[in-house]
Structure formats: C-alpha cells, structure tokens
C-alpha cells in the first residue's frame, strides 16, 4: 500500500461567485526530530528542494548528502518524495526509494540526517479588509476589500497566482505589489510578456541559452527565470503562450529547475510566478488552447479583478489616489497644481462606462490635471465623452467605435498599451461585425468565430455590446 497522505492545495473556495474560505497549504519538516540539534521549517510552496548547497530550500550540512539530493512535491492533494539520483539514497523505512508519496508524520533519512514531514494546513474564511488600501493599491468596494482580505494573507507565501480580468483593470500592478509585500520584495521582480515576443524566441527569452544553440547565438544567456532567482517572474498575457511552449513551462513549474536552449544540464532556480490574462482560462482550456495540467499547476490562487464599472463606489478614491501620484501633477516643489476634484466632476466620471477601465480613468485625469486651472478639477477640464458636453452622451459601444484607435495614435503609446489597443479593437470590431452579419444570433456569431458561446457573449459583455442595438 503507498504512503499516501490526502492534503487540499492552497485554492479559494467560492459561494454564489463570491470568495468565502481561503486554504493555505503549507508543510513542516523537522530536521533531526527528537535531537538537541532538532530544527523546524515550514514552506508554502508547491516545491521543497532538499540538499548541502545554499540554493536549497533546506541546507544540511552532512557530507553524506548531495548537492541537490531529494524535493518534495505537491501534486493534487499529495506531497511526493523524489530523489532524482543522489549518491548515498533517500530512504523510508528502511527502503531507498526514487519516488513515493508522504503520509503525515512520516521519517524520512536523507543520506544519514533525519527529516519529519507534517502537512500544516491552514484555513481562513475570507473576510473583505477593513483597509481602503493595499500597497499601491486602492479601492473602497466589498469586492476590492475582498481582494485585500485575500491578498494579505497570499502576498508574504510563495503561492503562485493567476489574475484575471478586462485589459486595463491593473493586472501588473497588482502583480507588483503581492511581490512589493511578499518576502521576495528586495529580490527581482521580473516582468515577460507572452504576446510581445516572437514565438521562436520566447524559449530563448524565459531559459535562456548556450553560445551556438541556434543562429545568432553568439554567447550564453541567461533566461528570466535565472535573472529573477530568489524573486518573482510575472507573466503577463500568459492566454497568448503557445500549446508547443506550455510543456516547458510546467516543466519548469514542478522541477523548479530551467534548461537553456542547446543544453542538456537543469539549473535550479527558486522563483515565485504570478501571471495574468485577459482572456478566461477555464474557456481556453474546454477550447483546447491551453493545458489542462498547466491550468490546475498555475492556478493556485485566482484572483478576478472587477472591471471599473463594477466598482464605481471607487472612483472618487482613485481619482484622489492618481491626484497624489501623477507626475504631471507636482510642481517644482512638489506641491499639487490640483488637489481634489469637484462634486459635478466626480458625478461625470462616475456616469460613465470606462470600456477602458483604471487604466482609461488615470490617462482622464492625468489630461485634466493638464487642462485644469485652478486646484479643483471642473467638469470642463474633463474630455467630452465623459461630461456629454456639446452633445449627447452616448451608448459605451457607440464611444467604443468613435475612439477605435488609428495608427497615428498607436505609435505615440509604449508597445504593451499599443498593443492592448489594437486587440481590444479589433475584438470589438470583429464581434460586431460577425452579429451583424447573423442578424444578432450570437450562437450562430459564435460558430462562426470558432469559440465558446460562453466567451463570445463574455467579449460582447466587455466591449459594451447590445444585440438590441445590432
């Protein structure tokens, strides 16, 4: 019979949509249990690495040991011992084993030295934050405050985490303050976007490679991985990674360890991921565009950021937050040209849709602190799209399309935001024109697009689309 022990994985529990029990997965080893010398360690993450070598996880110091002997991994709700070929042997029970799973309690020797296993699970309800503010981060809604709730007790572990939400809800920003408030904050904090790079260098880019690998490699590189040793890797766009690189990454996910390109030698690396997606990743997966195994690997923690409409009770918070932070807004001295913003302004920004989300909001304010002249921000120092002024206010998906943007435009942004210009253009474009072309039957829409029902009424959701209005 296996040694098998049943441990659920650090997730969040959801009622009725809503998060109500976060599960933080964690286990204990003692080193030398019952000795003077007894020592105790307690991980969170989803790989403990074992040997003499400082980039271990646990350093012990027995010439009997090797450098890199043994790791123990979660899979599902196991933990399992692997030893990939250490000298003297990982043994249980007296038997030298290369793989075996881990009951609560059990003695592992590890060459002479003897380790206790435990799983230490903790469970939290999830309660929202009585704090407005997280890090960098700021938002006075139940759904924000749930977020923070959640936040503060994820940021200080390893949990490798998934953020979701519309472009422009501040994915890297929050990305940036769980490794800002986590351990990790004076190590790298490591930025790679999928979608901006050609797909034959992305392998390249993340693990790096040896001099003659291929053409052009002149000389050996590290990867991101590597560079970010010891921090956190973000990866932002993850939706856009191909199905013939998603191996590789999961590879990396499990062994903890990075291979260049032309080598044939791993590299440990001990590095924290959190990445992020506009696109729904349960929809990729039933559409076969994204790994199953890699979704339930990366999927720790999920966290949903709500689009700006949703949270509208925020704004006159956000906008008081981008007033202090602007550059834009400081004088030579430091001091703020415009301190606060009018009740007939903040009514305006609250009226309307934000397709464009915190992003959209800090680019509105950031004009009117430009437009502003005197130290309250006035309905007119806002654009008209947003006040109605000289016409009517129009419908969000009418606005989408008189602000699709042009070329001229695009090539005055930095490439990420260009980039997520242009695709959430062309989303727009395209499903609109695919429901005009049936008449508004968005199942027949949807076949044609070649996606789920589910996430094509998702993108008409986004992008402010109406069939009444087709």
Known sequence: MPLYGKSQPTKIA????????LHLRKARLLIHPGLPKQRELVFDQNVISIGTVADNDVVIEDETVSRHHCRIVQEDDDYVLVDPGSTNGTFINGV????????????LTVGSTQIQFSPMDE??????SESEKFGSIVGRSVAMREIFGILEKIAPTTATVVIEGETGTG???FAKTIHQMSKRSEAPFIVFDCGAVPESLIESELFGHEKGSFTGAIMTRKGLFEMAH???????????????????????????????VGSNKSTPVNVRVIAATNRNLEEEV?????REDLFYRLSVVRLTLPS????????PLLVKHFLGQLEINKGAAGELRVRQASPAALAALTRYTWPGNVRELVNVVERACSFAEADTMQPDDLPDYITGSGEPLRSSQEMAMIDAPGRDQLVELPF??????WISSFERDYILELLKRHHGNISQASREADIDRKYFRKLMVKHGIDTDQI
């Open 308 to 315: 700006l409409r949703e949270r509208v009770e925020d704004i």
């Open 171 to 173: 994915k890297e920003v």
């Open 416 to 421: 990420k935001d260009a980039k997520e210009e």
């Open 230 to 260: 010891g921090g956190t890797i973000f990866l932002d766009e993850l939706g856009e990674l191909s199905l013939d690189l998603q191996p590789k990454l999961l590879r990396v996910l499990e062994q903890r360890e990075v291979r260049r």
């Open 123 to 128: 469970h939290v309800e999830v309660v929202p």
């Open 286 to 290: 039933r559409a076969g565009r994204f």
């Open 96 to 107: 030298r084993i290369r793989e075996a799973f881990l009951a609560p309690g059990l003695i």
């Open 14 to 21: 959801y009622v009725d949509g809503r998060p109500k029990t």
